[in-house]
């Protein structure tokens, strides 16, 4: 077994434990520094606001696009969730200074949550198994607490009931705020109970989440890819974008041509 093998599988393992995973060092300073330029063009055509939630921001900029199927994080992804995969939903979330709370048209901070439908997916045993993980990639300083950063409950993706917090409502004992430096990034199951905090430094949160999930489930805030993103696709691309043979039944039972992923998988 190769090292590259043996971190991956120690990675998975963790994931598996706890719900969610810190990997540090993923992009490098220059793919950071291009990342927040790209954020910047992109900021410069929105109204002002304490926070902003853009979803789809892989069509918005080439180089937001350039992270749907990003190296260094995808073979973790593929030995988590299978090779059966999808991209799911992309999503630019900035946080300005707000030591006073105040509300945005989005979300400037959100409480204890798993994600997913409405009605919630059916559960065994009172648990929700894991349908997709989110990379939240970090571009700006997260080194510290309470500037923006999202907080999970470690292992809470085996619950059965909802977190029973403090008196605020708020805290949780186990709680856990990830921290981080540029180009770190960690991913989380969309089981794991987790909550996004209002900034109260005087640095604004910058990070992007890329969602991935089963080649059955539907993308939440795209149809079908744009020609743009399509152009020069590479086929792990292709096929996380859900650019398939037009058979539909491909997307429950794919061949081994629908889904050249397989190949980053350990034990395929």
Known sequence: MSLQEEVIRAQVDQFERDGYLVVPDVLSSEKVDRLNAAIDEVLAEEEPSVAHNIYHCIDRHPELASLIDEPTILPLVVNILGYNIQFFISNLSVRYPNPDDQQAQTWASINWHQDGPNPHF???????????????????????????????????HR????PQTGEDGLTHRDEVQICG???????????????????RSQYTRRQLLYGYGYLWMRPMDYSTPSEA?????????RQLLG???????RYYL????????????LDA
Not at 243 to 249: C, I, S, T
Not at 254 to 265: E, F, I, Q, R, S
């Open 229 to 237: 993103l399509l152009k020069d696709a590479s086929p792990y691309r």
């Open 122 to 156: 059916p559960k065994v045993d009172g648990a929700i198994s894991l349908y997709y993980l989110r990379v939240a990639y970090i571009l700006s300083d997260l080194t510290e607490p309470d500037r923006g950063n999202t907080k999970v409950i470690p292992g809470s």
């Open 159 to 162: 619950w059965g009931r909802s």
């Open 243 to 249: 650019a398939l043979e037009d058979n539909p039944l």
């Open 181 to 199: 430096k540029p180009g770190d990034a960690f991913l989380f199951g969309q089981n794991t109970w987790h909550s996004g905090l209002p900034n």
């Open 254 to 265: 794919p061949t081994d041509d629908n889904v050249p992923l397989k190949a980053l998988h």
